[in-house]
């Protein structure tokens, strides 16, 4: 499985930024995707994922109630809808993919910034 992010970029605080992920090769493999981020000097932490069959989703505490997660299956393609940015939510963002359980997918991930 293949994941492409896009979507990156700088904005302000208070402002909001979509990111996209598109999906390609074994994607019936895959039963969840979603998005873990990595700020400087930080660990790389979970952000949100979604269920590919049924579309349960699930949010890190940070971003609960900012962040949407969502998903076109036709397209392959899991979006990140970030709303009420916080300096923060500055990290890279990877877009990942799990079969089985495990996270075993990751994009090359997109930069985030967001400017005080």
């Known amino acids: 499985v293949q994941l492409q992010a896009s979507g990156g970029g700088l904005v302000q605080a208070g402002g909001s930024l979509r990111l996209s992920c598109a999906a390609s090769g074994r994607t019936f493999s895959v039963d969840v995707m979603g998005w873990f981020r990595q700020a400087p000097g930080k660990e790389r932490e979970f952000v949100s994922s979604i269920v590919w069959t049924g579309g349960s989703t699930s949010y890190a505490d940070s971003v609960k109630g900012r962040f949407t997660i969502s998903k076109d299956n036709a397209q392959n393609t899991v979006y990140l809808q970030m709303n009420s940015v916080k300096p923060e939510d500055t990290a890279v963002y990877y877009c990942?993919?799990?079969?089985?359980?495990?996270?075993?997918?990751w994009g090359q991930g997109t930069q985030v910034t967001v400017s005080s």
């Open positions: 990942v993919a799990a079969s089985n359980g495990r996270w075993d997918y």
